[in-house]
């Protein structure tokens, strides 16, 4: 959110392959709803269950969505209010949520113990921990092969990014890289 505001452009493109958008709103949960009713067929993730400045108006706006909109998720990153993050999980469901960190700012230890304190059935807290978003990935489609792309994906990012906010792309790629994706 403070990088750039979500685009056309970029939910054109994840349409097209089926990606999942995370997307840190900042507090500001009407634009989740925003997204949800104009791209029905695309997933968003929400972070910290709307806000990570722990503006417990925002948590509770976030749930509401998550309950009418099939396409909107949020992550337990930083959700500092664990009453919310219980009723989150029971108005919403487990397959509304998904792990998160934050890391390298919050410690991932800290981040799992949140949802095991929640008391789940090993099944639901499965769904939380990593099946929930290997479901959404499982939409994902590959990209058509397309002259030139097997020297694209080979190049350094710099030779194809922008020179404006490379650092940051550098590291998505990277990111992207290591857990088998390729840009």
Do not use: M
Request: charged share 20%; hydrophobic share 40%.
């Amino acid at each position: 959110f403070h990088d750039a505001p979500l685009t056309r452009e970029v939910c054109d493109a994840a349409r097209r392959y089926h990606l999942p958008i995370l997307y840190d709103v900042g507090g500001q949960v009407a634009i989740a709803e925003l997204l949800a009713e104009a791209y029905p067929d695309l997933d968003f993730i929400i972070p910290h269950l709307g806000s990570f400045a722990d503006d417990w108006r925002a948590h509770i706006g976030l749930i509401d969505q998550l309950v009418r909109h099939p396409n909107i998720y949020s992550d337990t990153s930083g959700v500092r209010r664990f009453d919310l993050l219980e009723q989150a999980v029971q108005r919403a469901g487990s397959h509304k949520i998904l792990f998160g960190s934050d890391g390298p700012w919050l410690h991932p230890g800290l981040e799992l113990h949140k949802i095991r304190l929640l008391g789940l059935p090993p099944e639901q807290e499965q769904q939380i921990c990593g099946l929930n978003l290997l479901r959404l990935l499982g939409k994902v489609k590959k990209p058509r092969q397309v002259q030139g792309a097997a020297s694209l994906r080979n190049a350094a990012p710099s030779a194809i990014l922008p020179p404006v906010g490379t650092a940051h792309l550098q590291g998505a790629v990277g990111h992207a890289q290591a857990f088998g994706g390729a840009l």
